[in-house]
């Protein structure tokens, strides 16, 4: 058997493409160009489903990044409702603040922590009772104006009726034309004016406010807004429909008046 020097194989291997490349013989300068375009057209080929397969990969790695962006996204608003919440939050018991130094009474702040699903807007419970020095009948406000009154008390906690309850009551007098009467709550949702004189100076737009002559509440608290008036003789004895100046579905902090 015939042994090829090692040296000759390695000068073939690396001289040999340099011949067939740069040989200009014609005949071997046309086989160059068919052996050529026919490799670029292997190669074309060839290109199609590597292509495809560059283009699933960059897929899966752009969509890991989407996912990743989007659990970002999802974290960042999470805390920008948190930041949220307490912002509200701040504003809200710096209205209270503000309130209570403005008043001369004492007043026992207070958080809700629940509320009857079968009678939401009628009534609440709040975090403070007996203990802190809470009593039934006390009236219960916030910075808008009265919300309600206390109506039933334990040790750490207390029920508290809302201004638009039936059961509800409290003397008011419109701060316009000081037209005194009562006001009590309705299955409307609002509230409703009666006791008033039938000449009565009062129309939709006055502010309602709690008169000198009730017994729990302070004077001029604001009680809500007239929304319409009834003519005198009705089947009713309300004289007036009255809108509570306290959103009931949004208490959620409150200052008990001792």
């Not at 340099?18 to 160059?32: A, E, Q």
């Not at 209205?95 to 007043?107: H, M, N, P, S, Y």
Request: glycine fraction near 6%.
């Amino acid at each position: 058997m015939l042994k090829i020097p090692k040296n000759l194989i390695y000068v073939l291997v690396i001289v040999a493409p340099f011949w067939l490349l740069f040989f200009n013989s014609p005949f071997w300068h046309g086989l160059k160009l068919k052996t050529m375009g026919t490799a670029a057209s292997w190669v074309s080929v060839a290109n199609v489903p590597l292509k495809e397969v560059q283009i699933l990969l960059s897929y899966r790695i752009n969509y890991a990044d989407y996912k990743k962006f989007q659990r970002e996204n999802m974290t960042l608003r999470a805390k920008s409702v948190d930041l949220d919440e307490v912002r509200d939050e701040n504003a809200r018991l710096r209205g209270l603040l503000g309130l209570k130094a403005r008043q001369e009474f004492t007043t026992i702040a207070a958080q809700v922590i629940a509320r009857d699903p079968a009678n939401w807007n009628s009534s609440l419970m709040i975090n403070k009772g007996r203990s802190d020095g809470v009593k039934p009948g006390m009236p219960v406000i916030n910075a808008l104006g009265v919300a309600g009154k206390v109506a039933e008390v334990a040790a750490h906690s207390a029920k508290v009726i809302l201004v638009n309850d039936p059961g509800f009551s409290v003397a008011v007098v419109d701060q316009r034309s000081r037209e005194a009467g009562l006001l009590s709550g309705s299955l409307s949702g609002e509230c409703r004016l009666s006791y008033l004189p039938e000449d009565s100076d009062v129309k939709a737009g006055d502010q309602i406010v709690t008169s000198r002559l009730s017994n729990a509440f302070p004077e001029g608290l604001v009680v809500g807004q007239v929304v319409e008036v009834y003519p005198p003789g009705g089947i009713s004895d309300a004289r007036a429909q009255v809108r509570p100046a306290v959103d009931v579905a949004k208490i959620e902090e409150v200052l008990v008046v001792k």
